[in-house]
């Protein structure tokens, strides 16, 4: 990478953290903790990306787009229930870009994910449990919203 492509990477990537620091702000129920370093990755977000998008992956559960909001809420309480979420979960969203997994902690009385998925335009993102042994992947296609649930241990 020359040395012109290595800066706009990194302002990209800086703007993209700003872009989701403030949209953990607007979530009230989620406080951002911080980005986890390289080293301390729970598992490679590019190849669990990649994984998540084959066209043979088969979801655990799936809405429709024009589903009620308050049908929409019980099934991501209800895929959430599948997830330990110990105060605090790991979070990747795929719409802003190359960015690494962040720590947020959550109010687990709070319906915090409802609130974030109303903050997004595009709603494909990646949860872990706190105990990094649970993955919890929406993706939007046409029509529907799927989740994959998925040990990783």
């Known amino acids: 990478m020359n040395k012109l492509s ?3 990477h990194k302002r990209a990537i800086a703007l ?7 949209l953990l702000a607007s979530v009230g129920e989620l406080t951002f903790q911080g980005f986890v370093a390289d ?12 994984a998540i998008a084959r066209y043979d992956a088969v979801p655990s559960s799936k809405i429709e787009r024009n589903s009620l909001k308050a049908d929409l ?26 960015l690494p997994w962040v720590r947020v902690s959550v ?12 903050q997004l335009n ?8 706190s105990n ?10 046409e029509h529907r919203f799927e989740a994959y649930i ?3 241990r």
């Open 122 to 129: 595009y709603h494909d993102m990646i949860i872990m449990s």
């Open 16 to 22: 993209a953290s700003n872009r989701l620091k403030t």
């Open 6 to 8: 290595e800066l706009l």
């Open 150 to 152: 998925q040990k990783c």
């Open 73 to 98: 809420s019980k099934w991501l309480r209800d895929c959430l229930a599948n997830v330990n979420i110990n105060g605090y979960c790991y979070i990747s969203i795929g719409s802003l870009g190359d």
């Open 107 to 118: 109010d687990p009385n709070g319906d915090w994910l409802l609130a974030l998925w109303e």
């Open 39 to 50: 080293s301390e990755e729970p598992i490679d977000l590019g190849m669990l990306w990649r």
């Open 132 to 141: 990094k042994a649970v993955i919890l992947a929406f993706i939007e296609e």
